[in-house]
């Protein structure tokens, strides 16, 4: 089933801790004991008190959560979902010692992945992604952004983009649509960048703006330039986009700071921005993406994620789900990794990867489980949300609702 246009009514009872996000309760995460929520239509309507449970929510279907802590859906806000071929063998290069770097110039890293994806046929991509977003699913995402970027031509790109769209259409999970032309500069192109920055600003954007929301580059050592990453940005903009950007992942290039100058969404990765690239990005309102995840598969130092957070900038987690540095779909594990690694508290981990990702794409509607939002939530096999990273090894979700539709 796809959940989505079915009757979406439902009464959640017997919750043991509910993590609302609600600012106007008190804590981070606005926790409510002994809770219940009732959905209507596949939006919140009330949120209180189990034992106040108003006398119209009395014949909505019903969800008995057992005790059990439940929390919004997770938002996953940096993944390349879309994607053909298998990496494993230059994932056993890095653990012999390779760099991304030199594995990139030798042609392995996003270029074998552009190889594949190129010669995958529409039809074979959507299968293999849609098993990627039901594990997602099945771990509690509900929505997720879904990165083009293994294509690197225009048919390539807009394929991907499609079959983004379909996922959206055909399963219980939001897709965010991201274009990433701009992920690096391929193989045909490596004597004439400019001639590949004119495709993306061109021809790739022509077809593929109409299918997605936002734009994204990867602006760093081994891809694009901030002047070039300007110039794609500024052009995305002109054709009605929001921008976002792969930023200072392997070294400071001014990648995060550019980020906040355009005022775009996000700045992702940011493991070597600087504090006063941080204060850019909370002036503009520029949330940080962070991907704990790359840290944990490459065996490379994590992001300080404790002075990233205490910046003020907004702080979201991601999967960033894909073939070669992170090849991990469940954001229970990486709020794990970031209570762990990257000195943010339990409450600030879940928070992230919750109301954080939905902030970091700009989405007021979901991440909370207020009034007016979405009625996406996950119910743990657990009594606390503090069980996540407490036993990091753990499947938690016991259910998943989407819009008022149990999963």
Request: hydrophobic share 45%; aromatic share 6%.
């Amino acid at each position: 089933m796809s959940g989505k246009g079915e009757v979406n009514d439902l009464l959640v009872f017997n919750i043991g801790s509910l993590v609302t996000n609600d600012l106007g309760r008190d804590g981070l995460l606005g926790i409510v004991e002994d809770a219940a929520v009732a959905i209507s239509d596949g939006v919140l309507e009330w949120v209180g008190d189990g034992a106040d449970i108003p006398a119209e929510y009395g014949d909505l279907p019903r969800l008995d959560a057992g005790g059990a802590a439940v929390l919004p859906g997770f938002v996953d806000p940096h993944t390349h979902l879309v994607f053909a071929g298998d990496r494993s063998d230059e994932f056993a290069r890095r653990l012999r010692g390779e760099s991304y770097e030199e594995i990139l110039t030798a042609g392995g890293g996003i270029l074998s992945t552009v190889a594949a994806t190129r010669a995958a046929s529409e039809d074979d991509l959507y299968d293999s992604a849609v098993e990627r977003a039901w594990r997602m699913l099945a771990n509690g995402t509900t929505t997720v952004e879904v990165k083009s970027g293994y294509g690197l031509n225009a048919a390539t790109e807009e394929k991907m983009l499609r079959v983004a769209r379909r996922i959206d259409e055909s399963l219980p999970i939001d897709v965010i649509p991201t274009f990433l032309g701009a992920h690096v500069v391929p193989a045909e192109y490596r004597e004439d960048r400019d001639a590949y920055v004119d495709l993306v600003c061109g021809e790739m954007l022509d077809v593929c703006a109409p299918l997605a929301r936002f734009c994204d580059v990867f602006s760093d050592e081994a891809a694009f330039t901030v002047e070039e990453t300007r110039r794609i940005l500024e052009a995305a903009k002109n054709r009605g986009l929001e921008v976002r950007v792969h930023a200072d992942q392997l070294g400071r290039v001014g990648a995060a700071h550019l980020a906040a100058e355009l005022s775009a969404a996000s700045a992702d990765h940011l493991d070597h921005a600087t504090d006063e690239d941080l204060t850019a990005m909370s002036a503009a309102g520029t949330s940080a993406v962070l991907l704990p995840a790359v840290s944990f598969s490459m065996r490379l130092p994590y992001p300080d994620g404790r002075r990233i957070w205490d910046s003020g900038v907004t702080v979201a987690l991601a999967t960033d789900c894909n073939p070669g540095t992170a090849n991990v779909e469940s954001m229970p594990f990486v709020v794990a990794l970031a209570a762990l690694n990257m000195g943010l508290t339990p409450d600030e981990a879940v928070w992230a990867a919750t109301r954080g990702g939905a902030l970091s794409l700009r989405l007021e509607d979901r991440g909370h489980l207020v009034p007016g939002a979405v009625g996406d939530l996950v119910v743990l096999d657990a009594p606390t949300h503090l069980h996540i990273p407490y036993r990091p090894d753990a499947d938690l979700v016991a259910a998943v609702v989407k819009g008022g539709v149990i999963l």
